[in-house]
């Protein structure tokens, strides 16, 4: 996983950081059924978000700037991904994780297919984590933020669902989209298809 310096497009308030804590916390208090079945809602609106995205619409360039639709895909890519890894070691042997918000990127050198292709896996890799913790009923292990603290697995998980969900909102407005609407002519599996058809 890359470690390049990038910059969030909007520092959290004090207040915002403390809601978006409760926030998870309250929802890691759901099982991990629920947990489940909110990812896969959360990957859904990714998805109508990201359909039918073309290079052209997402240039790619230093991340000291606004964000292109490429910097979204290429943290989300790098967020899930690192997620998944991070769950599946605290519920397999009850590890403790460091989250690093630097591991949170695909790299700035990745092409444009290279960070849609690194969302989808990463994706994969998140929504499979959190499937083999809800057959397992997973209890053990945590994972320490560097701004939010301690969470336990499935506060870790609503923290990341928050985080993910909250740049599919940030690539609609970038596309100009409207909460659900999605470009591609149908939703889930044949919007991912789309999203890597060339």
């Known amino acids: 996983m890359a ?4 910059h969030p497009q909007n520092a959290m308030s004090t207040e ?3 809601s978006v804590e409760e926030q998870a916390r309250n929802d890691g208090t759901s099982d991990w059924t629920s947990l489940l079945a909110r990812a896969l809602t959360v990957r859904e609106s990714w998805d109508h978000a990201a359909a039918e995205l073309e290079e052209s619409d997402a240039p790619s360039g230093p991340n000291d700037g606004p964000w292109s639709a490429w910097h ?3 943290h989300v890519g790098g967020l899930a991904a690192r997620a998944g890894e991070h769950l599946q070691a605290m519920t397999a042997n009850g590890a ?3 989250i690093s918000p630097k591991e949170h990127w695909l790299g700035d050198e990745k092409s ?3 960070v849609r292709s ?3 896996s990463g994706w994969d890799e998140f ?3 959190i499937t083999a913790a809800t057959i397992a009923q997973a209890q053990e292990g945590s994972a320490t933020h560097p701004a939010f603290g301690s969470f336990n697995p499935r ?3 609503a923290l990341t669902l928050w985080h993910v969900g909250d740049h599919a909102r940030q690539l609609r407005e970038l596309r100009g989209l409207s909460e659900g609407e999605n470009p591609g002519d149908s939703a889930g599996d044949l919007g991912r298809r789309r999203q890597t058809a060339h």
Do not use: C, K, P, W
């Open 3 to 6: 470690n390049d310096e990038h």
């Open 16 to 18: 915002a950081r403390s």
């Open 72 to 74: 979204v895909l290429n």
């Open 96 to 98: 403790v994780r460091q």
């Open 112 to 114: 444009f297919a290279a």
């Open 118 to 120: 690194g969302a989808i």
């Open 127 to 129: 929504i499979g984590a």
């Open 155 to 157: 506060e870790f998980v």
